[in-house]
């Protein structure tokens, strides 16, 4: 794993939306800190985390954590716990577990387990391939779409 130079952190990418002041912003951060260890592999400067809460301490409350990041796609995790403390754990533990997905998803071209299994198609010379595999014949082509 390559390490990143300026490493995202939740302090540095947080955002509080609708429903959060920035009075909140701290301890909403504290609370999320344990995403810094998932998020140092990507660039700060390429990261955001932003957190709102709809309808705050009601009973219809939901919770949003986005989570955007170059060149992925955003991640939008949500909670309807009445329990404001209680919704950021469930918010933040959805993304920790989506950005592992969104990795492991990833990995396998990384994993030296697979790397090393013999490829079909490697073995083969790229030139015998072509001699071998005949030209298609444009009459059959109707054939074969009806």
Do not use: Y
Not at 34 to 41: E, K, N
Not at 45 to 59: G, P
Not at 63 to 82: D, F, H, M
């Amino acid at each position: 794993m390559s390490a990143v130079a300026n490493p995202a952190t939740v302090a540095e990418c947080l955002r509080v939306g609708a429903g959060f002041s920035q009075g909140d912003r701290n301890w909403i951060a504290e609370q999320f800190a344990t995403l810094d260890a998932r998020l140092a592999s990507f660039h700060a400067d390429a990261t955001e985390l932003e957190v709102s809460v709809k309808d705050r301490e009601s009973r219809g409350q939901k919770v949003t954590l986005e989570c955007w990041i170059a060149g992925r796609q955003k991640i939008v995790t949500t909670s309807t716990e009445e329990d404001l403390h209680a919704a950021l754990n469930d918010v933040r533990d959805d993304l920790r577990r989506r950005l592992n997905d969104a990795k492991t998803r990833q990995e396998p071209r990384h994993n030296k387990h697979l790397r090393d299994l013999p490829h079909p198609q490697s073995e083969l010379n790229p030139a015998d391939d072509q001699e071998q595999i005949p030209a298609a014949d444009p009459s059959r082509a109707d054939a074969e779409l009806s």
